[in-house]
């Protein structure tokens, strides 16, 4: 059964960078498409885009400029990385295996609220 | 407002049925797969329904799910106090290049 366990700061200051790492177990990383969605306190989610080992990624447009999602294979390990953030970016933030031929994630961590304030 | 749009919210008593719709255009629901998530009060969304009707392993056959045009619906029959919780629809829209999701609809069960 896969796995997922959210790690990173709890607390960001704003204008700098969001970091989080996604540990994987009970599957091979390179077995699957993974991805990340965000919820903001209250609200509903959002995708923030789904990445591949081999370094095929998309990313939601509306946050685009600023993502990048990266992968550690030797580590089972995908990371997120959301630049300049702002209050707004306060959030769970949810990794998650993505199925990409269908377009939906089966598989999800328990989530890491990040907060953005100064 | 999200491109997806779920009714806020639904209600039905225990052992009725209950229907929650999702209403998108041709270039998501219309054009791709539709998937559905539950997610209980304080916990992580959890996958009850993919490629619009199929179910994962684990989930009971009181959860249902079916797409028509450019609209997608959840069923759940029987209804348990256990299922009260926020549930989302999800499709990819091709003219975003994103996954989507709707904006949620919480159920009570009275």
């Known amino acids: 059964q896969v796995q997922l366990q959210e790690s990173g700061p709890g607390l960001v200051k704003p204008s700098e960078t969001l970091s989080l790492t996604c540990t994987v177990s009970g599957a091979s990383i390179t077995s699957s498409y993974w991805g990340w969605i965000r919820q903001p306190p209250g609200k509903g989610l959002e995708s923030i885009g789904y990445?591949?080992?081999?370094?095929?990624?998309n990313y939601n447009p509306s946050l685009k400029s600023r993502v990048t999602l990266l992968v550690d294979t030797s580590k089972k390990q995908f990371s997120l990385k959301l630049t300049s953030v702002t209050a707004a970016d306060t959030a769970v933030y949810y990794c998650?295996?993505?199925?990409?031929?269908?377009?939906?994630?089966?598989?999800w961590g328990q989530g890491a609220l990040v907060t953005v304030s100064s | 407002q999200s491109v997806l749009t779920q009714p806020p919210s639904v209600s039905a008593a225990p052992g009725q049925k209950v229907t929650i719709s999702c209403s998108g255009s041709t270039s998501n629901i219309g054009d791709n797969y539709v998937s559905w998530y539950q997610q209980l009060p304080g916990t992580a969304p959890k996958l009850l329904i993919y490629?619009?009707?199929k179910r994962p392993s684990g989930i009971p056959d009181r959860f249902s799910g079916s797409k028509s045009g450019t609209s997608a619906t959840l069923g759940i029959t029987g209804l348990q106090t256990g299922d009260e919780a926020e549930y989302y629809c999800g499709a990819w829209d091709r003219s975003l290049s994103a996954d989507l999701f709707g904006g949620g609809t919480t159920l009570t069960v009275l």
């Open positions: 998650a295996s993505y199925n990409n031929h269908a377009s939906f994630f089966d598989n």
């Open positions: 490629e619009n009707y």
């Open positions: 990445m591949y080992y081999t370094g095929t990624t």
